[in-house]
C-alpha cells in the first residue's frame, strides 16, 4: 500500500513538473513605442474611421505580419515624450505598451519599439 502512494506521488509530481515547464516557454516582454502626429507605419494603408479597439487590431495586425505575436496592448500618456510641433514625425506623448513573445528583442527594436 506504501508503495503505492510512493508512485501516486511521484507521478504527480511529474505532471506538475511538466505543466510547469509549459509555462516557461511561453514567456513575454513589454516593448514601448512613441506614437507620432502621422509617421506611424501601421497607418500607412489605413482608410477606416478609428474607433475604440481598432488601433489595437491594427498594430497587432502590424506586428503579426513581421512573424510577432502581441498577447497585449496598453495606451498612456507620457508629458516628457510629448513634442510641441506639427510635422508628421513629432511625438505626441501618447506612448503604446505591447507585451509579445519573448526573444523578439531585435525585430522589435528595428520597427521602432523600445524596453
Known sequence: MAMKKHLVLILYGLILAGASSCENSSSSDIFYYDETGCADVWWVNFNDTLAPGVYES?????????????????????????????????????????????????????LGFYQ
Open 58 to 110: 491594427v498594430v497587432s495586425a502590424y506586428l503579426l505580419n513581421a512573424d510577432i505575436e502581441m498577447y497585449s496592448f496598453d495606451t498612456f500618456y507620457d508629458s516628457t515624450v510629448a513634442e510641441l510641433c506639427f510635422a508628421c514625425h513629432c511625438r505626441t506623448g501618447t506612448v503604446l505598451q505591447v507585451e509579445v513573445e519573448s526573444g523578439n528583442k531585435r525585430k522589435m527594436r528595428s
